[in-house]
């Protein structure tokens, strides 16, 4: 089958890969429905995180499955299934803490950008739907497995209150899907801090009252100028940078929360800043799994429709484009057709 | 009168200071009760804060009214009064959302190792007893003015719950108080980190379960036994280093709390490592003024004790003799008598 292998910076190729199959007796084998180009694959994309042997990737998934293990007991073969990019057993202590992200056999999903996956751990992993999904639903319940529940984690860890106000930094897919999450919470008052047109309209869509296109300092004097010099309740932190970690904490008000998500590179703080800006951190790997069952249903009930972060859709043969577009910026997100 | 000056590294002095006087007609003149020293007072006094121009030291305070300036409504002469170690109005957005050591008009109190002080903001800061208290509970009162109060935070921010696991990092006069908060807030087992008998036989009888005498890596190692290779739910860091830091961080389980009041110096945290370990951080000054009506209510029905935590009492003048017994952990806390 055809795969997406990154070779190095700037290097991805759609080329022969091995057909995935039943390795352990917990694993399942799903016929993915979609896959999708994540803004961390573009890390390594961009040489900014190395690449030591060739990287197979794809991390976000959903479809048919097609085998299980003989000790898989909650799926099995014609169920839709959507799982998270983290897999966990759902069953350690971290898992039922909620934290299935820091489960304690933890692996990161990858060769999912191809026409089918093996899943490890599939009882705690996957979630199945009740009924095969209907076809305009698969791009958002293919967000669910990763775009969208780290958005949902983003505003959860910022502790997004019904009628506060959330400040989303970042206005790639992650920080669109926050902005959906924030409102989905009630969150009354909504910054996108974005420069893009397009995105802006998509945030404006998925529920932010306001747009601020200023970064860094001048970015924070605007939001103390919208919130009337005191900072916002929440900030999602979907970057990754110093200047993304230090814009969302200087958005906060003291007493404030800030979930970040973007994986941080180069991120350094200094702890007595910290502690006079006094301001709550909880960050991490999304616990995807802990949100599916909830962001499932949403999307079936068709009260979400978190697909619409998808603008580029193209085969998987042209996935390398699909990187080279949100690369530039001109896709936001990417769906390689599998 | 008599009152505590730094003048460098080890050099401090009693002598002869001003008499405070009303200077704003927010302002309230106190005849102090009892004085007392801080940990925080030991970072300049061992020369790892530096001290530019002498320092009249004191923050933490407690006693009667004397006098009020024209503005003042909420307390009066002949009262007795505690006040935060931060001085605050108590109406600005920070203070209303219990943040009140990030106050639009914040001071830190300051000269409060004398017998009389002004208070500034006297409305925002103080807060009366109904009836003069019995002599006995002065010190607890006294207590209540930052030690307890930033013990509390400390718990508060590392949000223990009643039940859960809470691991209290340094065991200074505000660990001893952090200990004593996690047992009223309910926490099922509180494991005291610390290395001294007395200070562990102290913490015993504030409510810890445990004591681990072990730091650094070994310390998280125990601690991780005692939670069958979890973590805690809540960790208080009440030091400041960078090493208890990371041990306080490396002891809270995924998606765990740390609540950190020691005051960090050279304290630098991994963006990256904090992300991947999942722990949720608060820190800062405490806001003491929003837990101190139900503290001061605490000690004056006697449900609690925090004024054992003072184990040496000397007069004002001899405060040199209590920097010393305190620096060289001769004495976990000292009251000067003014």
Redesign the interface.
Known sequence: MLGTVLYGPGDIRCEEVEEPKILAPTDALVKLSASCICGSDLWPYRGLQPVIEPMHMGHEYCGVVVEVGSAVRTVKPGQFVVGSFCISDNTC??CL???Q??CEQREFMSRAQAPYARVPLADGTLVATPDLPADDLIPSLLAASDVLGTGWYAAD?ARVQPGSTAVVVGDGAVGLMGVLAARHMGAERIVAMSRHKARQDLALEFGATDIVSERGTAGVARIRELT???GAESVLECV?T?ES?EQAINCA???GSIG?VG??????????G????????????A?VRRFLPHLMALVLERKINPGKVFDLTLPLADVAEGYRAMDGRRAIKTLPRV
């Open positions: 202590p971290h803490f909620g934290f992200s820091s860890a009337g010099g005191v990754g110093q970690m008000r003291p007493g970040f994986v941080p590179h180069g991120v350094q703080l200094d702890g007595q910290l502690f006079f800006a006094q301001k709550s951190l909880l960050g991490g790997p616990p």
